[in-house]
Each structure stands twice: as C-alpha cells, then as structure tokens.
C-alpha cells in the first residue's frame, strides 16, 4: 500500500515538473532530488566561498583605488552570493555548520577553477572575464531551476555577477591595449586560464553521471557540453577583439556547424585536480579552516552578548 | 566548538516608500540587531531598500502543502467574482 502511495506521490511530482510548477521546501520530492539539490546548491556555496581567496590575494595589491574599490566590491558579492545559497540548502533540510564542514573535510566539493593559484593583476581580468563569465552561463538556465528557493537566489546572483565579467574583461582590456609588457601579461594570463575555464563546466556528456536524471528534473536545463560550446561561441571573438590570441591550435570557426570547433580538454588534469591534488587545492581548504576556527571566539562572544541582552530584557 | 548555532530569520525588505515589505530570503544572526545589520550586508548592497523587518523563522506559521486543496480550491470555482464573468452590452464604458 505504501509504495503505491509513493509511485502516486512521483508521479504526481514529476508531473508538476513537467509542467514548470516549481517545488516549495515543504512541498513532497523524492529523496534522491533533495540529495541531488544540496550535493549541487551546497557545492555552488562553496564555490562562491572558496572563489573570493584568489580574489582576497590582490585586494592590498591592486593597481589604483577604483580597482581596489571595484575588487573589494566583488569579493564581497561572493560572499553574498555563497550566503543565499547556503540558505537555499538549508530550505532542503541541511544543517548549514555540517554542509560547511563537509567542505573542510574534503566530502564536499567545489569549482576545480580555485584551485588554480592568481600570480598577476591581469588574473583579476581573467577570472572576472573567463571565470565569471562561465559561472554566468552556468547560472543563467539555473534562474529556471524547478526547485524554487534555488532558482530565486540564481535570479540575484545573475544580476549582480554581470558587473563582475565586464569589471574583468574592462582589466584585461585595458592591459591588452598598453604596453607590450602589459599586453604579455594579459596574454600570459589567458594561456593560463582558457583550459582551466572550459572544465568549468564539468566532464563531457559522456562521462557526466548525473545529467540525465537532473535534466528530467529540470534541476539543469543544458548538457555540460552544450554550455561549453555556448561560452567558447561567445568567447572566442570577445578575445579577438581586444588582439589576444586563444590557446589553442585546433580552434577553428566552423561554416557549417555556425559553432567553433576546439581541442582536446585534459581531462586527466581535470580529475587530478578535482581528487585534490591541483595546485592551491590544500591551501584554500586550509584557509577556510582557519577562518572557521579563528572566528570562532567572535561567533560565540556574539551569543554571549544576545543572551546578556535577552536576560537584562526579560528581568 | 561551538554547539550553538545562530538562529534563523527571515528577511523582509520594502523596496521603496510605498511598497509593502517582501521577503527577500534568510539568513543566521545571534540577535534581531545583527539581523537587521547581516540584512543590510547580505539584501541590499545595491539599494535595493529603504527599510528591512526580520522576524525568526521558527516564528513563522505555514499553510500545510497538503492542505491546500481544500484551503484553495473552492474559490477556483466561483468565477463570478471576477469581474469578467459579467455581460455587459456593447457600448458601454466606464463599468
């Protein structure tokens, strides 16, 4: 009797989803699309946390005060965009201090992107230009995510990360337009992050385990290969455009496809980095800790202080 | 180790004078005070307010999912109160 009530309530649900009624925290889901939701919401928080330490490195080094004020802006949106979204885990029944500490732990994971080290002001381009601008096209399907808590923090992420792109691509512009040494440095910076940016969006269709289920589920709405094509589309003249050369020898516009074709990604690198061993993996985990435990004594004088509060209150 | 966690407030923000408050999402905060200040931080870096209410979470009382047929469907039958259910003749305006 049981399980005919829970075939009833799936396809009851599923039937919603097909028909874009999103779903509400109280309202029935299967197991399995509240799991798929916190590994995936609470990954993105984590993303957006981790994101802002590459970005926290340059703050005191930025070339000029609008810079730094720009930089300081971002870096806190991240940190925005990382708290509606361990909110929206939360909404699923997730205790938000265990979904951070499975970030410490190494269960959770995040963007590979951040394991990659920033060594020079025009990686501040690049990741606002590149990095961004994939996330961008990551989010933008997720605004029409069936699981509704999720998708309204998508709609403001989406706004505000738009502001992150151009500040990027204006850096780079500006670095690819001075001098000869400026302009290496801008191309120096792009040969470093182009392949990173494309594993962005995730293993090929072939090798990706859970797109399947969550496209039926409208948690996704594109392939991880259809997004890839879409930002390299799009990408690719935005580079011409300001004399910076794409590394890749097999990029070729093709007439008949209207798309471009490109080289081989590395996907042994990709794997090696998301089992932890790329190259700043260790040190952002290990900054988080820190900044878990050593803002530990202000999270708990803050109780301290409201429960005083509340007594004086009451007496 | 801190066992004690924040609690949880939702968030409401009035856009502008004029416009009722609406919810713009949740956060954690020891006291209503640092609500009201993580608020400001966390909903309205571009001003999106001019006013935020914050009110715990466990303070809120929901309408049951499973209630909600019979909390709303009997008016998805009565159609005639909605001004298009009425005839009028041709002609007429201001009605």
Redesign the interface.
């Known amino acids: 009797m049981k399980e005919i009530n829970i075939t009833e309530l799936e396809r009851k649900f599923q039937e919603k989803i097909d028909n874009d009624i999103k779903i509400?925290p109280?309202?029935?889901m299967p197991e399995e699309y509240r799991q798929t939701l916190i590994r995936q919401i609470s990954q993105h928080a984590h993303s957006e946390i981790v994101g802002q330490l590459p970005e926290g490195n340059w703050v005191t080094r930025a070339p000029n005060l609008r810079r730094k004020a720009v930089l300081l802006?971002k870096i806190?949106?991240e940190a925005?965009h990382g708290?509606?979204l361990y909110?929206a885990v939360?909404t699923l029944g997730a205790d938000?201090?265990q979904t951070m500490d499975d970030l410490h732990s190494g269960k959770a994971k995040y963007s590979s992107i951040f394991n990659y080290p920033a060594l020079t002001w025009a990686d501040m381009g690049m990741i606002g230009w590149l990095v961004d601008g994939a996330a961008i096209m990551n989010q933008v399907p997720l605004c029409r995510c069936s699981y509704g808590p999720y998708a309204?923090?998508m709609v403001?992420v989406c706004k505000?990360e738009s502001f992150h792109q151009r500040q990027g691509y204006e850096i780079v512009t500006q670095l690819a337009q001075g001098t000869p040494e400026q302009k290496a440095m801008a191309q120096e910076s792009l040969d470093r992050w182009w392949w990173p940016a494309l594993m962005m969006f995730g293993p090929s269709d072939k090798d990706s385990k859970h797109t399947a289920q969550s496209m039926k589920w409208k948690i996704k709405r594109h392939t991880n290969d259809e997004l890839r094509q879409q930002f390299v589309d799009v990408t690719v003249p935005q580079a011409e455009l300001i004399g910076l050369k794409v590394p890749d020898a097999d990029l070729k516009f093709n007439e008949a496809t209207g798309h471009y074709d490109f080289g081989d990604i590395n996907w042994d690198e990709f794997w090696q980095v998301v089992a932890g061993h790329g190259p700043c993996n260790k040190e952002r985990v290990a900054a988080r800790k820190r900044a878990k435990e050593e803002g530990?004594w202000v999270?708990?004088a803050?109780?301290a202080?409201?429960e005083k509060?509340?007594k004086r209150k009451a007496s | 180790m801190s066992k004690k966690e924040w609690p949880l407030w939702e968030v409401f923000i009035r856009s502008k004078q004029g416009l009722s408050h609406k919810h713009a999402g949740s956060l954690r905060a020891p006291d209503a005070e640092m609500a009201i200040n993580n608020a400001r931080d966390v909903y309205t870096r571009r001003s999106e307010g001019v006013s935020i209410w914050v009110v715990p979470s466990n303070e809120i009382v929901a309408s049951d999912p499973s209630d909600s047929e019979e909390l709303f469907e009997p008016s998805q039958t009565k159609v005639y109160r909605h001004p298009t259910f009425y005839d009028v003749p041709d002609g007429i305006s201001h009605m």
């Open positions: 509400e109280n309202d029935w802006a806190q949106d925005g708290l509606y909110s939360e938000r201090e309204r923090a403001r505000e530990m999270r708990e803050a109780n202080y409201a509060r509340a």
